[in-house]
């Protein structure tokens, strides 16, 4: 029996469609390709030393508990140069040696007989967790500031900060190849990739409260469950995506009194108990799910808007404990964490390596992060000074604008750096460009004891 096959046409075949982004570590390798960079203005260094420098000296006496000797290498010489490292894209470690021997690196003063060879070995020796340390002593007081600090925030989050003690992203990602072929490297037929990061992260400030690093890129988010579930403050919000779906892990955290919000899997299965408002474009229901120890109820949100259903889970069965509206405004900032592992990555290099072993990687992991909080502070700063949403802001741009400021500080050495960005805010681009309006989506009917809520 013969069988007919068919073949599509050369013509008809679908073309493959090339991206239109440049790969982020394409991005980072063409680093060694570009000038160095010079040093930032003094100004700069200020900030960064007020944040970092008194955090890096509470931890000398740890240092010493570790048995570490105070050698010329010593912990407030390494996070000045690896920040420095970061911070201004040295092209790598020798290229940083040669800095070093003739110029201050941030508060690391010129080093003559540093080599190469010491500074790779102390980043291979020395325990990245000092580095962690150094950033979970930072993150409060970055938190504090920002609190104190006074500007507009989005209608939504500002009603959860006031409902809630805590509105908190948690997410993964994972981390880029290790191109540098060193060490065991060299035998690799393929660069692994350097691992996989969770973050947890403060959703009105932006700041982390919690990273981790697995050294297992392959590994799924629901790894770090147990470590959440052990963070999570009673009567928080937390926002995550449908990688964190485990009915006995939301169980969990019902009984911790966590409010949790993510979105809902297309072949999930409910039973429904009680409708608490249906139109014909919002839908949202207390219903059944899971089977003996994790059966459950919670409430599916379904929203129709622009030819999509949107369908969100939460444990908030009480529609005064979050409200229809609030849940719809407040998922979408679930990708604010997001935008913050784009900074990390994209802005501040986390997708080039400078080292191949798993401390060096853990040691760049807390030290991009640092930075990133140092940057998210100094753009919280601008965002107060212009009077201005946090969301109005680029903090991209408030990094690459510190080139004007190096020079504006070398013109006059009393310029401040966040009145200087705030003042020239348009002409740096600062200001995000505003979006064109979107379709309104349909309203969503408020409850009868919710008639004063406002939706965002």
Do not use: C
């Not at 070995?121 to 104190?148: I, K, N, W, Y």
């Not at 690459?400 to 020079?407: I, M």
Request: glycine residues 4%.
């Amino acid at each position: 029996m013969e069988t007919l096959m068919t073949t599509v046409p050369p013509e008809a075949a679908k073309p493959k469609k090339g991206s239109s982004v440049r790969h982020t570590r394409a991005i980072q390798r063409d680093r060694v390709k570009r000038p160095l960079s010079a040093p930032p203005a003094e100004a700069v260094v200020a900030r960064l030393s007020e944040i970092v420098h008194p955090a890096t000296l509470s931890q000398v006496g740890y240092f010493h508990d570790l048995g570490l000797r105070a050698r010329v290498l010593s912990l407030p010489v390494m996070v000045g140069l690896v920040l420095g490292l970061l911070w201004r894209q040295i092209g790598g470690i020798s290229e940083l040696v040669r800095v070093i021997h003739v110029e201050a690196v941030l508060w690391v003063p010129p080093l003559r007989d540093l080599t190469q060879q010491a500074l790779a070995q102390r980043l291979r020796s020395l325990p990245a967790d000092l580095f962690g340390r150094v950033l979970q002593t930072v993150l409060p007081v970055l938190q504090e500031r920002f609190a104190a600090r006074q500007r507009p925030l989005p209608p939504a989050m500002a009603w959860a900060n006031a409902h809630f003690t805590a509105v908190l992203i948690a997410d993964g990602s994972t981390l880029d190849a290790l191109l540098r072929r060193v060490g065991l490297l060299q035998e690799a037929v393929k660069a692994p990739l350097a691992g996989r990061m969770m973050a947890v992260l403060d959703a009105a400030s932006r700041l982390p409260r919690h990273i981790w690093y697995d050294a297992d890129p392959n590994g799924h988010d629901a790894r770090f469950w147990e470590r959440l579930l052990a963070v999570m403050p009673r009567g928080a919000l937390v926002l995550f995506d449908l990688g964190f779906t485990d009915f006995a892990r939301w169980a969990s955290l019902t009984a911790h009194n966590v409010t949790w919000l993510t979105r809902a899997k297309k072949n999930l299965k409910y039973d429904v108990v009680q409708v608490l408002v249906h139109t014909s474009a919002v839908q949202d229901r207390i219903v059944w799910i899971g089977k003996d120890t994790t059966r459950q109820q919670i409430r599916l949100i379904e929203v129709q808007a622009h030819g999509t259903i949107h369908r969100y889970l939460t444990n908030a069965l009480d529609l005064t404990q979050l409200p229809t509206a609030h849940a719809v405004a407040l998922y979408p900032q679930r990708w604010r964490v997001e935008d913050a592992f784009s900074i990390v990555k994209r802005l501040l290099g986390l997708a080039y390596f400078y080292g191949g072993a798993e401390n060096a990687v853990t040691m760049q992991l807390w030290a991009t992060w640092l930075l990133y909080a140092v940057l998210i502070d100094l753009t919280d700063a601008v965002a107060e000074a212009l009077a201005r949403p946090f969301a109005d802001v680029s903090p991209e741009m408030v990094y690459r604008s510190l080139y004007f400021v190096t020079h504006a500080v070398t013109q006059d050495p009393t310029t401040d750096p966040v009145r200087y960005l705030a003042e020239h805010a348009r002409d740096l681009g600062i200001l995000k460009r505003p979006r064109k309006a979107p379709q309104k989506p349909p309203p969503i009917p408020p409850s009868p004891s919710l008639t004063n809520y406002i939706i965002p």
